[in-house]
């Protein structure tokens, strides 16, 4: 069965203190996906990977970065966390890139940042 | 600006019934659509998709309509039963990694 985890299910940091969520993919996929959840606005892309050690810009990366050493793990990494990222991080992984557009989504990790 | 827009929060729909979720999209190069079916406390799980090439997809119960020179989709659903209560996404894709979702309509199917 296709899983993705994640590190925590919930999890509270204080400003300014640097925060990692980590997703495990079993899949063997190639693509990974950081995506953020709010009321009203969805599901928005924060970084994507394509490959161990790429990585590429989504729709709102600023104050994030991530991390692909290897094929299964893909972190995100808070700089300096904001309260203005409290929110549902979501990661999700596709694969191979010819039938790529099916995603396979974690459980999610609400952070909040007091 | 968001490029895909579901415009209902939320339905209700008597058992038996059709659910109807509608979607509108601004980017003409999207080239697939999906749809994406999340409970609480899960991640969403796929649900049905259809390319761009394409009017309609159909799986079981499930049925999406996509109209391009409308730029709209939608995704029926016949019969609607009270499991299918869940919060709908909508999201559409090109270049296979740049993939933009809607905001969910809240799915409610009354027993």
């Known amino acids: 069965d296709v899983k993705v985890t994640q590190s925590s299910r919930y999890l509270v940091k204080r400003t300014g203190e640097k925060v990692f969520l980590e997703c495990v993919q079993d899949?063997?996929?190639?693509?990974m996906f950081w995506y953020r959840q709010d009321p009203g606005l969805g599901l928005r892309l924060i970084y994507f990977?394509?490959?161990?050690?790429?990585?590429e810009k989504g729709d709102i990366p600023e104050g994030y970065s991530v991390s692909r050493e290897k094929k299964e793990r893909f972190s995100l990494i808070l700089e300096s966390a904001s309260t203005n990222q409290t929110s549902m991080y979501l990661c999700?992984?596709?694969?191979?890139?010819?039938?790529?557009?099916?995603?396979?989504f974690g459980p999610g990790t609400r952070l909040t940042v007091t | 600006d968001q490029q895909v827009k579901q415009n209902s929060p939320s339905l209700s729909v008597q058992e038996g019934r059709i659910s109807i979720l509608n979607c509108d999209y601004t980017?003409?190069?999207?080239?697939?659509f999906l749809w994406y079916k999340k409970y609480p406390a899960e991640g969403p799980t796929f649900l049905i998709s259809?390319?761009?090439?394409?009017d309609k997809n159909e799986d079981g119960r499930f049925t999406v309509f996509l109209n391009k020179s409308a730029k709209h989709l939608s995704l029926h659903i016949v019969p609607s039963q009270p499991g299918d209560s869940a919060v709908y996404f909508c999201?559409?894709?090109?270049?296979?990694?740049?993939?933009?979702f809607g905001s969910g309509t809240k799915l409610n199917v009354k027993p």
């Open positions: 999700a992984s596709s694969g191979p890139v010819l039938n790529s557009y099916e995603q396979y």
């Open positions: 899949m063997d996929h190639e693509n």
């Open positions: 990977s394509y490959d161990v050690k790429m990585k």
């Open positions: 980017n003409s190069m999207f080239d697939y």
């Open positions: 259809i390319s761009s090439i394409k």
């Open positions: 999201a559409a894709v090109y270049n296979f990694n740049k993939f933009y």
